[in-house]
């Protein structure tokens, strides 16, 4: 883990915000970044690029958000209840992938820059993926209900988690 201080939790928002659904990630990250704490920086981005490595190896806490089609209508009709956000943990790769993994256009994963920090810069931080449903990809800035649920829903986490780590730190 990073030895820095404990400004250190990372929140990386990424996809098309001109996609609708698909830029999910990106106002969470907005969201986050107009809160101004000083242990966190948040980064909106459109895909995830190799420069992200280095304030990934800065961080103690890296949380990258996106949109996912676990969100879409035909498996909601499936299910009993509405899809909701997924929090998962990231585990470094032992190796780095021979090609960039493209999903849903995005060049890298979160993984590959965990360990290409790690290889790169010797720090690897704790990190944790919130991937929120969406049902619609159309071009426009409409976000759906589902998805919109989903934001509010990763503020709510994001809240929490912050308020949490900075009272037991200042313990």
Same mark, same amino acid.
């Given at each position: 883990?990073?030895?820095?201080?404990?400004?250190?939790?990372?929140?990386?928002?990424?996809?098309?915000?001109?996609?609708?659904?698909?830029?999910?990630? @990106?106002?969470?990250?907005? !969201?986050?970044?107009?809160?101004?704490?000083?242990?966190?920086?948040?980064?909106?981005?459109?895909?995830?690029?190799?420069?992200?490595?280095?304030? !990934?190896?800065?961080?103690?806490?890296?949380?990258?958000?996106?949109?996912?089609?676990?969100?879409?209508?035909?498996?909601?009709?499936?299910?009993?209840?509405?899809?909701?956000?997924?929090?998962?943990?990231?585990?470094?790769?032992?190796?780095?992938?021979?090609?960039?993994?493209?999903?849903?256009?995005?060049?890298?994963?979160?993984?590959?820059?965990?360990?290409?920090?790690?290889?790169?810069?010797?720090?690897?931080?704790?990190?944790?993926?919130?991937?929120?449903?969406?049902?619609?990809?159309?071009?426009?800035?409409?976000?759906?209900?589902?998805?919109?649920? /989903?934001?509010?829903?990763?503020?709510?986490?994001?809240?929490?988690? @912050?308020?949490?780590?900075?009272? /037991?730190?200042? @313990?």
């Amino acid at each position: 883990m990073a030895t820095s201080n404990f400004g250190s939790i990372l929140v990386i928002g990424y996809g098309n915000s001109l996609r609708s659904d698909d830029g999910a990630g @990106c106002r969470v990250s907005d !969201i986050v970044a107009s809160w101004n704490l000083p242990y966190v920086r948040s980064l909106t981005v459109h895909q995830l690029t190799p420069e992200l490595a280095e304030p !990934i190896a800065q961080s103690e806490l890296a949380i990258f958000i996106d949109a996912w089609v676990g969100g879409n209508e035909q498996s909601s009709k499936r299910k009993k209840s509405p899809p909701v956000l997924q929090v998962q943990r990231i585990a470094v790769s032992k190796q780095l992938n021979s090609a960039p993994s493209v999903e849903l256009g995005h060049l890298s994963d979160p993984r590959s820059l965990l360990l290409l920090a790690q290889q790169v810069y010797g720090e690897v931080p704790v990190a944790y993926s919130l991937l929120l449903p969406a049902v619609n990809w159309e071009f426009g800035e409409q976000v759906s209900a589902v998805t919109r649920k /989903s934001i509010e829903q990763a503020v709510d986490f994001l809240q929490n988690l @912050c308020t949490k780590l900075v009272s /037991s730190n200042q @313990c």
